[in-house]
């Protein structure tokens, strides 16, 4: 969905057209949903972002967080020292910088940056989709080389990891038991 926002003050203001999965919540809140790992939640209301893990908490995740709000810092959109870890589980958030100038709205420009965040991202995460992918691939249809037909497998004496004649139980060494 594409997304206008007008910068500026109406004489000069800029027009800068966005492509995000976004949704806007009952308070007004902005949700991106573009990012592989985090959500993103912008409040105009109480002048923050947050981001939340989409699955489970992990290393990716909070890699990504961080990553996030490092890029939002470096950009001048968020205030250093409110970066801290949210009310909800493994979720980060961070207080926007207050716009000097009249005509320029901070969540304006937050989105902006959090949308080239997202692009500076995308070939990460769709790299990691790829190789899962690629993965679950390998694994239901695998090559000729590593794979064999039903009934093909050469027959020999000794086969699998579980020898006749040894004895197994959970208070002694495995034995060669003869009869």
């Known amino acids: 969905m594409a997304i ?12 800068v057209t966005l492509e995000l ?10 949700m991106v949903f573009d990012h592989g790992d985090i959500d993103i939640v912008l409040s105009p209301a109480k002048n923050k972002v947050t981001a939340f893990p989409k699955e489970t908490m992990s290393d990716l995740v909070y890699g990504a ?6 890029f939002l810092k470096k950009k001048g959109v968020v205030i250093p020292e ?7 589980g493994g979720s980060m958030e961070a207080m ?15 989105l902006i940056n959090v949308s080239k965040f997202i692009d500076d991202e995308r070939p990460y995460f769709e790299n990691t989709e790829a190789i899962i992918s690629m993965t ?13 037909e039903l009934g093909d497998v ?13 004895i197994r139980d959970p208070y002694s060494l495995s034995y060669l038991y003869t009869i």
């Open 96 to 110: 926007l910088e207050t716009p000097v100038s009249e005509g320029v709205s901070a969540p304006k420009m937050a």
């Open 65 to 70: 967080q961080n990553r996030l709000f490092a």
């Open 4 to 15: 206008v926002i007008k910068v500026g003050a109406p004489p000069a203001e800029k027009t």
């Open 136 to 148: 679950d691939d390998e694994l239901l249809h695998p090559d000729k080389a590593d794979s064999t």
């Open 82 to 88: 409110s970066i801290q870890a949210g009310a909800f």
């Open 21 to 30: 999965q976004l949704r806007k919540s009952i308070a007004g809140d902005l």
């Open 154 to 166: 050469p027959q020999s004496t000794d086969q699998g990891s579980i020898r006749p004649g040894f």
